[in-house]
């Protein structure tokens, strides 16, 4: 039994990479994982504009926005998609995450700046226990999120690197 889609509601979930990065396969397995939990998801794919996703969610209303990168250019693509993205004032509220390859080097500590500019979480690979624990956080905002914990509330920072 899944605890993450029976303990809350069916979030809907927008699932994008950011404008610079390629990478597909990890918005495909994002998409396959939100899914099992029960969750309905609209992918926008890779390289995908900041406008693109800015618009998406302003139309789409989604629950959650989760943004995924590979290349190591999460930090910077994050920094300005997020600001874009809290300008919007019916985004201001939204709830979203950032995870994947953040920084090139993994001493950057992406994590601390990513969540003080506005994300929800942050689950960066180059964090203590790696890609495995950063999905078992995002399986527990998940969770705090489904069970109906806003933005600021108890899963506000969950994983932050």
């Given amino acids: 039994m899944n605890v993450t889609a029976c303990a809350g509601r069916r979030l809907r979930v ?13 918005l495909v397995h994002l998409q396959l994982f939100l899914e099992d939990l029960g969750h309905e998801v609209a992918n926008l794919g890779n ?3 900041d406008a693109t996703i800015v618009e998406a969610c302003r ?3 989604p629950d959650l926005l989760v943004l995924s990168t590979v290349n190591g250019h999460g930090r910077t693509d994050g920094l300005r998609l997020i600001r874009a993205l809290r300008a919007v004032p019916s985004l201001a509220a939204l709830p979203v995450v ?3 390859k953040l920084g090139i080097d993994g001493r950057d500590h992406a994590g601390t700046r990513l969540t003080a500019a506005g994300y929800d979480a942050v689950f960066d690979d180059a964090a ?11 399986e527990s905002f998940l969770g705090a999120l489904a069970a109906g914990h806003s933005r600021g509330g108890p899963a506000a920072g969950a994983g932050a690197a």
Avoid: K, Q
């Avoid at 994008?16 to 990890?26: E, I, R, T, V, Y």
């Avoid at 203590?128 to 995002?138: T, V, Y």
């Fill in 98 to 100: 950032i995870g994947g």
């Fill in 59 to 61: 139309t789409g209303r």
């Fill in 14 to 26: 927008v699932v994008s990479g950011l404008s610079s990065d390629a990478h597909l396969w990890n």
């Fill in 128 to 138: 203590e226990g790696g890609p495995e624990s950063g999905l078992a956080r995002f």
């Fill in 47 to 49: 390289t995908t504009p």
